[in-house]
């Protein structure tokens, strides 16, 4: 069900800060690219692309969390829809960047990178294996392996990867996370996003910062 959004630039003043990790990267994003967020919740990260002057696309199976994210409608196409248990809601189409932090659905993997088109990036940060030592989410279907976003995206261009322990700063829990940074290069090397033109001297630069 596509929810049609409120034409207001007014931002829920509690929101969470998006990710670190997602600023850190978006970067690398075509600029006016499409932003794809899944499992997007109460919309940090879609607010945080809107504000970087990207399209995006939402997801979330909550309508309620849905309808609060304030973003004009002519910037912001927002969808209800149950991915693990229902259809694709996206089918055939592509994205200049597909983001998801604090969610895992295995069978939605190959989706998600057929889901980018070339050149486009994939962000991801979830928890991982040794979470369940200090909070939840603590089942294994909610926990990724070691290194299993690196082989998940074994297809893709390795820009960035981490894995590792988090203390917790600025009162967020202590967590385990893993999270990658991930681009379907363009084979005929065309210009895409953050990654500076190719030349006949050299391979494609992606800025690490």
């Known amino acids: 069900m596509i929810v049609k959004k409120p034409d207001s630039d007014t931002f829920h003043a509690d929101a969470a800060a998006p990710s670190s990790w997602v600023q850190r990267w978006s970067h690398l994003v075509t600029p006016g690219g499409v932003v794809l967020d899944v499992a997007c919740g109460h919309g940090r990260h879609a607010r945080w692309f809107h504000q970087q002057n990207h399209p995006v696309v939402l997801v979330d199976r909550s309508q309620a969390a849905i309808e609060s994210i304030a973003i004009p ?44 088109a070339p050149g486009g990036v994939l ?23 070691p290194g299993e976003l690196l082989e998940t995206c074994r297809t893709l261009r390795i820009v960035a990867f981490e894995e590792g322990f988090l203390e917790g700063p600025n009162g967020e829990k202590p967590r385990f996370v893993q999270r990658i940074a991930a681009v379907r290069e363009v084979m005929d090397a065309m210009y895409s996003g953050g990654v500076l033109p190719v030349t006949a001297s050299g391979p494609p630069r992606y800025p690490l910062s």
């Open 73 to 116: 409608s002519h910037a912001c196409e927002a969808m209800v829809a149950d991915i693990e248990n229902g259809p694709w809601p996206f089918a055939g189409r592509q994205f200049d960047a597909v983001v998801v932090a604090n969610y895992l659905w295995r069978p939605l993997m190959p989706t998600l990178l057929d889901s980018l």
């Open 123 to 145: 962000i991801y940060e979830t928890f991982t294996q040794g979470n369940e030592t200090v909070g939840k989410p603590s089942r294994p279907d909610f926990l990724l392996r």
